[in-house]
């Protein structure tokens, strides 16, 4: 194992009275990993600044919440990825006998958000899909990802010739190659019309340009609208376009991922008492275990599922 050693502090200064940026300084010297230091470097820098000529044995809570709160709007991942560099620091200055506190005591981890928490409210969606000020492209895409809970790109591959518009459902291929159908409601049946304007084959979502003919760029004749040589919408326009569209709803202002229209679908569903079972059928999950991250009931629901089981109860309400 190797030992690095420690920087000597400079002859005739009491180790408790150095300045913090000379301590930063020696507490770095010590990281032998380039991008580690570098990374620590970045966060330390701001504690120098504010107190590098006070003694670090003068450090408090509050020079260290000043500093992670340049992140406090940031995501878990980022606060997580800060906060070692000042608790390692500690820890190591407590070593050298320069801190006798510690003031990253009041500092904690944050839980990363899991997938299923990425779910848009109701009411935002409401606001977006009754925006009429959208293309009509955009307004049916956005109506049929959350009506069917489908992943976007099981959306965006069908022709006008998978539709059923009596039933309300497309063929399409999920994953693994399995050809399944997605179901949509009301407000998609009654735009999709619009949107199709008599055409009876090619892609159900048009990209704005006619396709190129020739080259390598050419797409696939079933590619290609016949009436109007357009071709298909590509996921990355259709994601660039939602994430513009979604700026002005999104709290953060970065914008959503259609991603996210398929796990509000199937979080709202939770919420109105669908069962996992139900939203396999739903989803097209392979797994149910995969629903994990919809459905996380609790020790309250089994606790009632318990008390529905037993018998003795049962016999009681007779």
Same mark, same amino acid.
């Given at each position: ?5 420690f920087?000597?502090?400079s002859a ?6 150095q300045?913090?940026a000379d301590t ?8 032998? +990993?380039s991008?580690?230091?570098a990374?620590y470097?970045?966060?330390?820098s701001?504690?120098?600044v504010?107190?590098g000529?006070?003694? +670090? ?5 509050e ?18 990825? !800060? ?7 500690t820890? %190591?200055a ?10 990253a005591?009041?500092?904690e981890?944050?839980?990363?958000a899991?997938r ?5 409210p109701r ?5 977006? =899909? ?11 895409? %956005?109506?049929m990802?959350y ?19 009596? *039933?309300r459902r497309?063929?399409i ?7 399944e159908?997605v179901?949509?409601?009301?407000a ?6 619009r949107l ?8 159900? =979502?048009?990209?704005?340009r006619?396709?190129?003919t020739?080259?390598s ?6 590619d290609?609208?016949?009436a ?5 919408l590509?996921y990355?326009?259709?994601?660039y376009? *939602?994430?513009?569209s979604?700026c002005?709803l999104d709290?953060?202002?970065?914008g ?9 679908a ?10 996992a079972?139900e939203?396999?059928a739903?989803s097209h999950?392979? !797994?149910?275990?995969s629903?994990g991250?919809?459905v996380r009931l609790?020790?309250k ?8 089981a037993?018998?003795?109860a049962?016999r009681?309400t007779?």
């Amino acid at each position: 194992m190797a030992v690095v050693p420690f920087p000597a502090p400079s002859a005739g200064t009491p180790v408790s009275q150095q300045n913090l940026a000379d301590t930063v300084d020696r507490y770095l010297d010590t990281i032998t +990993t380039s991008t580690t230091r570098a990374s620590y470097g970045e966060t330390l820098s701001p504690l120098s600044v504010r107190a590098g000529t006070h003694a +670090t044995a003068s450090l408090t809570p509050e020079d260290y919440a000043a500093v992670m709160g340049r992140w406090a709007g940031a995501a878990a991942a980022t606060w997580n990825r !800060h906060l070692p560099a000042l608790t390692s620091f500690t820890a %190591w200055a407590q070593r050298q006998e320069i801190l006798a506190t510690n003031p990253a005591r009041r500092l904690e981890r944050r839980t990363p958000a899991r997938r299923g928490d990425r779910a848009v409210p109701r009411t935002r969606l409401d606001k977006l =899909f009754g925006d009429d000020r959208h293309g009509l492209r955009e307004r049916v895409l %956005w109506r049929m990802l959350y009506e069917t809970a489908a992943r976007a790109g099981e959306i965006l591959c069908p022709n006008i010739e998978d539709l059923d518009l009596e *039933f309300r459902r497309a063929r399409i291929t999920s994953k693994g190659d399995a050809i399944e159908y997605v179901h949509w409601a009301t407000a998609t049946a009654r735009l999709l019309p619009r949107l199709l304007r008599g055409r009876t084959n090619g892609p159900v =979502f048009l990209a704005d340009r006619r396709a190129s003919t020739f080259g390598s760029r050419a797409p696939a004749i079933a590619d290609i609208c016949s009436a109007t040589g357009r071709g298909r919408l590509s996921y990355p326009r259709a994601e660039y376009l *939602f994430k513009q569209s979604t700026c002005a709803l999104d709290p953060h202002e970065q914008g959503w991922a259609l991603h996210q229209l398929r796990n509000s679908a199937l979080q709202h569903l939770v919420a109105d008492g669908r069962t996992a079972p139900e939203l396999q059928a739903k989803s097209h999950h392979q !797994h149910l275990g995969s629903l994990g991250r919809y459905v996380r009931l609790g020790e309250k629901t089994s606790a009632r599922v318990t008390a529905e089981a037993d018998p003795a109860a049962r016999r009681r309400t007779r």
